[in-house]
């Protein structure tokens, strides 16, 4: 069964600065899919970006990007010019190819964007 | 503008009183899901329908269980509420047709929280 590890439970930024959160995944397969969603406070889950495995560029979306290193099955997200906005859980999700889009969430990070 | 709707937001049942949630969808999308998210902890998936066809995971308590009477609606009922079922349900939809090689995001609803007295 595949597993997702995000190990920073907490992170805080400065408005402005460049936060990056981290994510690591086990499994067996060699295509895949991987996924950060945001969570902001009593709001819904929203996708921020997907990253296909068979791809080797980085996916990015305007201040979103990862880094995706599949040897290593790490998949970190870098916000960069961090808004108040961006405050929220970010979980890192995986999901296998094929079947039923089933995801794998990690335990999330709490994200604060301070002033 | 197309969206999930999950009601009520806030849903308050005693113990042993069984609870119905409701999750509708205007994107038309043939995958629903039902989610459970603990305080702190990340959803976990507890059955979705592809079209028709319904998916129980394997570690979902018997007591939960769930219909979806067409392409709009589906529900999430808990026959016999626990203290430990107080929880975040979150229904979300996908589109999953065959031959589709990449896959679409999954749309969630705002949740409801369910409390148990």
């Known amino acids: 069964a595949q597993t997702v590890t995000q190990s920073q439970p907490e992170m805080s930024v400065q408005e402005a600065e460049t936060v990056t ?7 067996s397969e060699n295509n895949y899919y991987l996924f950060w969603y945001k ?16 791809k080797q560029q980085n996916a990015t979306e305007n201040r979103f990007s990862v880094n995706f290193q599949k040897a290593a099955k ?10 108040l906005g961006d405050t929220a859980m970010y979980f890192c999700a995986f999901m296998s190819q094929g079947g039923s889009e089933k995801l794998v969430f990690g335990k999330g990070t709490k994200l604060t ?3 | 503008d197309a969206m999930v709707i999950q009601n009520p937001r806030y849903q308050v049942t005693q113990f042993g009183k069984p609870v119905t949630l409701s999750c509708s969808q205007t994107l038309n999308h043939n995958v629903m899901y039902w989610y459970q998210q603990k305080s702190s902890q990340a959803p976990k998936l507890l059955f979705h329908y592809y079209d028709k066809d319904f998916n129980n995971e394997a570690d979902t308590p ?7 009477p067409n392409t709009s609606f589906c ?11 107080a929880a975040m349900y979150l229904c979300a939809t996908s589109s999953l047709r065959p031959g589709t090689i990449l896959p679409y995001e999954q749309y969630f609803g705002p949740g409801t929280r369910l409390t148990v007295t």
């Open chain 1, 113 to 115: 964007v301070n002033p």
């Open chain 2, 62 to 68: 018997d007591n939960f269980q769930s219909r979806r």
């Open chain 1, 21 to 27: 959160l981290s994510c690591t995944y086990d499994t």
């Open chain 2, 75 to 85: 529900f999430l009922d808990i026959r016999s509420p626990g203290l430990g079922d």
């Open chain 1, 74 to 83: 790490s998949f970190s997200l870098k916000i960069s010019d961090s808004q």
């Open chain 1, 39 to 54: 969570q902001p406070p009593s709001r819904q889950m929203i996708l921020v970006i997907r990253q296909e495995a068979y």
